[in-house]
């Protein structure tokens, strides 16, 4: 073990008295669930017999990617149970939600449990998977040791590596060549990751493409989004998506330099964290904007000005509504949120500058002529924003573009699915 691995480990075991108080303070807050702290100390094994293979995906984005993945895997082999672990609330609440109902019975969720030696084994020995996978950039070095130790074959699926974590591990380069060397199977998402993850130790990533190009169109509930179209008629619809803090204001001094243009637009505000809806509401009646809250089910009314739309797992009914979205994490430093998501239902989309996430998407979408790029500035983006609004075969043009890049790797997910099924041993 690196001196790094070892430091880390004796860390985690320090920390671990506290961290019970860390997780109560969580669930306080709504960031975790109070009756599944248990899960946290990796407890609440509840192993089906047969084959288990395990899937662990941080937060909402990697648990919708997986998903054509965890059905390939059911498909192809039928007596298969699967485990699939996330570390988030909202991703644990996508899974429920997304999870075909004839697939359901064959799915365990549980919380990862924090990354703490004691803990890892605990829940390694409690559920013993055959085989397992992590996705993206998920590597915790308790929990890849303790799999090593019990030879448990492990995969590195749709891998990235952001500059901020490459600088990271060149800091600690031996234990990233550990936690590479890990991992039987590792799918880069595209060539710069596969640099990457060769720089930290990996043998042979494998290029195959990113899954989130084979992910299924984000959800809306019919009922809802009948009720909503009736709601705003033929208003114009600005949309700010997966908003961070700072954007929404920028995308709020837009719409009121677009008032004069547009009378009646309906400025829609969905922040990637809801619980940011109360101090996104306020901005917009500091600005004069009529407002309504979807959280405390204020009614959105034709003086309505600004919409915030702060639930969790609507963002397929305002994409479907929208006259043109602004991808939100894009106009400040954050890296972008995916917009792969509006290219696959028809919607026309704005990406401001930082698009590091999604570099690859992002390049064949500016490309092919499926997305505007804005700057930080009210004035651009009111400019542009206003001309896809005012000029429908510009928003129909940016939409059939961009749905023509999202159509992506559709056999992607089964690809992946036939390899993670070779790791498995022989029933």
């Avoid at 599944?36 to 094994?45: C, P, T």
């Avoid at 890892?120 to 013993?128: P, S």
Wanted: charged share 20%.
């Amino acid at each position: 073990m690196s001196l790094a691995g070892l430091s880390w480990r004796l860390l985690a075991g320090a920390l671990a008295p506290i961290l019970p108080w860390h997780l109560r303070r969580r669930a306080a807050r709504g960031k975790e669930v109070a009756g599944r702290l248990e899960e946290r100390f990796g407890g609440g094994a509840a192993r089906p017999p047969g084959r288990l293979f395990w899937l662990h995906a941080a937060s909402v984005g990697e648990t919708i990617s997986m998903l054509p993945v965890i059905e390939a895997l059911a498909a192809r082999d039928r007596a298969l149970h699967l485990l699939v672990t996330t570390g988030t609330v909202t991703s644990a609440e996508v899974l429920s939600r997304r999870l075909p109902p004839a697939l359901a019975a064959r799915v365990t969720h549980r919380f990862l449990p924090l990354d703490v030696p004691a803990w890892v084994r605990r829940f390694l020995d409690g559920w013993r998977p055959d085989a397992g996978a992590l996705v993206e950039s998920e590597l915790w070095p308790n929990l890849l040791a303790a799999a090593r130790v019990r030879g448990l074959p492990m995969a590195l699926v749709n891998a990235r590596v952001s500059p901020r974590s490459r600088a990271g591990w060149r800091r600690a380069p031996a234990l990233a060549a550990e936690m590479m060397g890990g991992f039987r199977l590792i799918f880069a998402r595209s060539a710069a990751d596969a640099e990457a993850l060769l720089a930290m130790g990996a043998a042979a990533p494998l290029v195959w493409g990113d899954l989130k190009w084979a992910a299924p169109p984000l959800p809306a509930d019919p009922a809802a989004l009948a009720l909503l179209r009736q709601a705003i008629g033929d208003r114009p619809v600005l949309l700010g998506a997966s908003l961070h803090p700072g954007e929404d204001s920028l995308l709020l001094a837009a719409a009121e330099r677009l008032r004069p243009r547009l009378p009646d637009l309906l400025t829609i505000l969905a922040p990637r964290h809801p619980e940011r809806g109360g101090a996104f509401a306020t901005t917009a009646m500091a600005l004069g904007f009529a407002t309504a809250r979807r959280s405390s089910g204020e009614l959105l009314l034709p003086e309505t000005g600004a919409y915030v739309a702060d639930t969790l797992n609507e963002l397929g009914l305002f994409y479907r509504l929208a006259g043109v979205a602004l991808v939100g994490g894009t106009l400040v430093p954050h890296g972008g949120q995916n917009p792969l998501e509006p290219a696959r239902l028809g919607c026309p989309i704005l990406l401001g500058p930082h698009t590091g996430n999604f570099t690859e998407p992002v390049a064949r979408l500016f490309a092919a002529g499926g997305a505007r790029l804005v700057a930080p500035d009210p004035v651009v983006l009111a400019n542009v924003a206003g001309d896809v609004l005012t000029s429908p075969g510009t928003g129909r043009g940016l939409a059939d573009a961009a749905a023509g890049v999202a159509a992506g790797e559709a056999d992607l997910p089964d690809r992946v699915a036939l390899a993670l099924l070779d790791m498995l041993p022989a029933p």
